[in-house]
């Protein structure tokens, strides 16, 4: 009798394991079905009308320009760290002239969008989300909606939109910056 009840209590805790690990993946699924709704409301709020064009040209500005001198700065410590790294090892080959070009290929390639991408999602993500959630809590969002405006429009879509418009311009800015310093430090 004891060998049945603990095979029996063996296989119900075995059993649990998998309607746990079941429920994960359902809620996996859950997640990324959440997303691609929210997607979807994104760009369909995004391409339909009315547009927000005064809270879009807010968000330009609040991205875009008080990202600017962050990110300059940041291309300019990357320009100015891959000139000095770079400069001993080419010219032991006799390679020094190749300095400008690899400093140039390697700012424009790769060091560039990815420095610009990690500070303006930094700065920028952690602003929005910040600024988003205390509307939440504090019941903006409700208000919104009771007042016939659209959150995803007004709030979303033009976060979203002025986030991508404005981090190419800011990668060149940043490609700017970091091979004028890197130049500058040869």
């Not at 296989?11 to 997640?31: C, D, P, S, Y």
């Not at 547009?51 to 962050?70: C, K, N, T, V, W």
């Amino acid at each position: 009798m004891w060998g049945l009840f603990r095979s029996f209590w063996h296989w119900n805790r075995t059993l649990t394991g998998v309607t746990k690990f079941a429920a994960q993946i359902v809620k996996l699924f859950e997640w990324f079905g959440n997303l691609a709704s929210f997607f979807g409301q994104l760009v369909w709020r995004a391409v339909t009308p009315p547009y927000e064009f005064r809270e879009l040209l807010h968000q330009f500005d609040s991205i875009g320009a008080m990202s600017l001198p962050l990110v300059a700065i940041a291309g300019a410590a990357t320009g100015v760290v891959l000139s000095l790294e770079t400069h001993d090892s080419l010219a032991r080959f006799g390679a020094k002239s190749m300095l400008p070009s690899v400093i140039v290929f390697s700012i424009l390639k790769e060091s560039g969008p990815v420095i610009t991408g990690l500070v303006v999602s930094g700065r920028v993500g952690a602003g929005i989300g910040a600024e988003l959630g205390s509307m939440k809590v504090s019941e903006q969002i409700d208000a919104m909606e009771a007042s016939a405006v659209d959150p995803y429009r007004y709030l979303v879509a033009t976060r979203v939109l002025a986030c991508v418009m404005m981090l190419p311009l800011l990668t060149l800015a940043a490609d700017f910056s970091g091979v004028l310093m890197g130049w500058g430090c040869q």
